[in-house]
């Protein structure tokens, strides 16, 4: 279920490309509002929560989820290139396996990684904030991924969807719309942030099983409907 | 020996019918698929590599369908007519990824590379490549299986004609080989250079097939169309419709000139400026009123 050639390939798409800018841009920025907040308010746990809750999970994380995910194969379907991989006798679930593999490895470098650093800058992993924190962006990371890999699969307009989504839907509608909250990324990664954090410091909206089991289930259903989408694509001509 | 079979296949967009109930055999040796832009080359290429299922009919290599089989590229190469490939990487970068994919590995890439003449520029990123560079890789990410059917559509664009004889040489020398080869063209002098068997097609439909004897006779028998303006138009008429090379004569009032269509193209062409100096009359206009490959095509469709 992985090719380490399509992997190459993809790493080299995904990180090769303009936009890839952002997957730098975004956890620099993380990290300066870090130094700012600890240099200007000194160490606060709620502090900390909230700079990570409101801007490394709820903004930073989806949209390098959707520069990794929809960048992982929209690119290669929009200009025809996938034909190269297509042309192979290589089972298309494993095309999308290991580009999801890919996409998760490189949100989960980009944005739990700073998210990490950043809450140790923030209060020192104090009331386990920094740790609960990075585990949410691991696990959001994994469903992001999978999430925009099938829009990417799906749609030649997936960026501007997935960006619809991640800051429209999971952040103003779902601060609006309970139920939005419930079909949320992040307030499933939040519901296990809340397990590990100090009482009270962080919130979710979603009990942990119907987290996981969302978390679980959506992932393996986008993943399963991209490979079932690769396997009937069709080849546009030249426009 | 490896056969495509074409049974019946339609393939439409929406309401466009890009291929039309078209039913063919390819066997091995070079096939030249001839056509005008829009014809549906391409598609019927895709349908032939499995990247369009057919909406009716079917298509099949060796008896077995090939949509939805990616256990067929064993033994099909394919080189799109699309330019984009995976432009960051070298031309040595891409064949190898792709000899890899076909579980192939780097000596088996250097050996594409050599047979399409590449190797000079292997390590340049294939974004700096020209045309016919693009050309010759593709060429190469397709053969490094070697594959007992090879699918090209367009493969001579773009490509000077060094390079267009080069690759003319080694699809003749695979189909000698007894590789099933397809190649599209829009151009029939190219299809006639190497192709020992044509296909034409034309908006969608199947329109000859043969040889390439048989495909320039069904080309050069027919009515030529002449469009003829002269110093005395009726007069004119008058002295060409006795000869039989003359099957027709319009006087077109709108366009003040005349429409004629002849069936013996050599003798007309001796005829007509004859028959003006023997009646002094002035020749002022004389254009072929079909020469465009579209109208050729579209006279074998109806034919
Ligand atoms: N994906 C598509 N969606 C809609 N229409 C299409 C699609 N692909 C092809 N067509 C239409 O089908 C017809 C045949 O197109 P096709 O690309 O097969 O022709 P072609 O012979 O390859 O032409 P060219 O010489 O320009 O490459 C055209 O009218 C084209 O517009
Ligand atoms: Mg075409």
Known sequence: MYNPTVARLTYRAVLGRRRAAILFVLPALLLAIAVAVRTFNGVDDQVAADVLGGFALAVMVPLIGVIAGTGAIGPEIDDGSIVYLLAKPVKRPTIIVTKLTVAIAVTMVFSAVPTLIAGFILNGNGQQVAMAYTVAALVASIAYSALFLLLGTVSRHAVVIGLVYALVWETLFGSLVSGARTLSVQQWALSLAERIAGEGLIGSDVGLPTAVALLVGVTAAATWYAGQKLRVLKLAGEE | ?303
């Open chain 2, 1 to 303: 020996m490896s056969v495509i079979d074409i049974d019946h296949a339609s393939r439409w967009f929406g309401n466009v019918v890009a291929v039309n109930d078209v039913s063919m055999r390819i066997g091995p040796g070079v096939t030249g698929l001839l056509g005008p832009n829009g014809a549906g080359k391409s598609t019927l290429i895709n349908m032939m590599g499995g990247f369009l299922a057919p909406s009716t009919g079917a298509v099949s290599l060796d008896g077995q369908q090939i949509w939805r089989r990616e256990s067929v590229y064993r033994e099909i190469g394919i080189v799109p007519e699309r330019e984009a490939m995976y432009d960051f990487l070298t031309g040595r970068e891409f064949v190898v990824a792709n000899a890899e994919l076909h579980g192939l590995g780097k000596r088996e890439a250097q050996k594409a590379l050599a047979t399409v003449e590449m190797e000079y520029a292997q390590d340049r990123k294939i974004a700096t490549y020209s045309k016919g560079m693009r050309q010759r890789v593709k060429m190469a990410s397709a053969l490094v299986h070697e594959p007992s059917v090879l699918l090209l559509d367009e493969p001579f664009n773009g490509m000077d004609p060094r390079q267009r004889m080069q690759l003319m040489d080694l699809l003749r020398r695979m189909g000698a080989e007894g590789r099933t080869v397809l190649f599209s063209s829009h151009i029939l002098e190219e299809v006639e250079q190497l192709a020992s068997h044509i296909e034409v097609i034309v908006a969608g439909r199947h329109a000859a097939s043969g040889d390439f004897r048989r495909i320039r006779r069904l080309m050069t028998d027919r009515p030529h169309r002449y469009l003829v303006r002269s110093s005395d138009d009726r007069a004119l008429a008058a002295a060409l419709i006795s000869d039989p090379s003359t099957a027709g004569i319009e006087v077109d009032m709108a366009e003040g000139a005349l429409r004629i269509q002849a069936v013996d193209f050599l003798r007309f062409t001796e005829l007509l400026p004859r028959v003006a100096r023997e009646h002094s009359i002035r020749l002022l206009t004389v254009s072929p009123s079909d020469e465009s490959l579209e109208s050729v095509f579209s006279y074998l469709v109806a034919a």
